[in-house]
């Protein structure tokens, strides 16, 4: 490709990076392969009740008929100003949500999808209504240890953005398939861990401006 008026010293350029770009775009092919061949990972620890915006649930309801995929994104609310615990939605996993929730529409013809919060269902729910969200299915697993067992929450009660995939198999088992991890493991100096960053837009976006994504911008509620 070419483009009007560009030098032969900006083709040169982009014809290296474009070479890169192909070594990424197979080098992600190559991992997504590999997490697809994950064997199953442990069994379900016990069927969760969580609170849904129709009533209580069991963790096994959010497999629907034909579909023994799930797809979960653990939702933190953290504290506000006078120190209540999950007060206050995460400005990042809305803005997360908020670019997913559109997607979310499609997905649900494929995959089983949950965003779960450690906040009650009744804060949960009015959070998204403000948003504008239409298709995230939205729970609560106040009242279960799920956050904490599957490494969404801290020993001293802080909440981790930590997104899951759950399968069920014959005989209606539910088994862990893969997390995030990249949330805790080793990285660079001044690097963000970018273990969700397949789920949010804004920062690919960035990623392909002069600017790039900078070191002190971050999703708000408001601009």
């Known amino acids: 490709m070419n483009w009007p008026n560009e030098s032969s010293e900006y083709r040169t350029a982009r014809a290296e990076l474009l070479r890169a770009e192909i070594a990424l775009r197979r080098q992600e092919e190559a991992v997504a392969e590999l997490r697809r061949a994950l064997p199953l990972g442990g069994e379900l620890k016990e069927d969760y009740e969580l609170d849904g915006t129709a009533g209580p649930v069991r963790f096994s309801e959010l497999f629907a008929d034909g579909k023994d995929t799930l797809y979960l994104y653990?939702?933190?609310f953290i504290p506000g100003e006078q120190g209540l615990p999950l007060e206050v939605a995460c400005p990042s996993c809305t803005s997360i949500v908020d670019g997913m929730d559109g997607a979310f529409r499609h997905l649900l013809d494929r995959v089983n999808v949950a965003v779960v919060a450690k906040a009650p269902i009744e804060p949960f729910a009015a959070w998204g209504e403000e948003r504008g969200w239409r298709f995230a299915p939205l729970y609560s697993s106040a009242r279960s240890t799920f956050n904490r067992d599957y490494n969404a929450e801290s020993d001293d009660g802080g909440q981790l953005p930590v997104a899951h995939v759950f399968t069920r198999g014959g005989g209606g088992t539910i088994s862990h398939?893969?997390?995030?991890?990249?949330?805790?493991?080793?990285?660079?100096?001044?690097?963000?861990?970018?273990?969700?960053?397949?789920?949010?837009?804004?920062?690919?976006?960035?990623?392909?401006?002069?600017?790039?994504?900078g070191s002190d911008w971050h999703p708000r509620f408001l601009y």
């Open 177 to 213: 398939r893969w997390s995030s991890e990249l949330i805790s493991a080793p990285r660079d100096e001044s690097q963000h861990p970018r273990h969700v960053d397949y789920m949010w837009p804004i920062w690919k976006v960035l990623d392909v401006i002069p600017e790039g994504r």
């Open 74 to 76: 653990n939702f933190m």
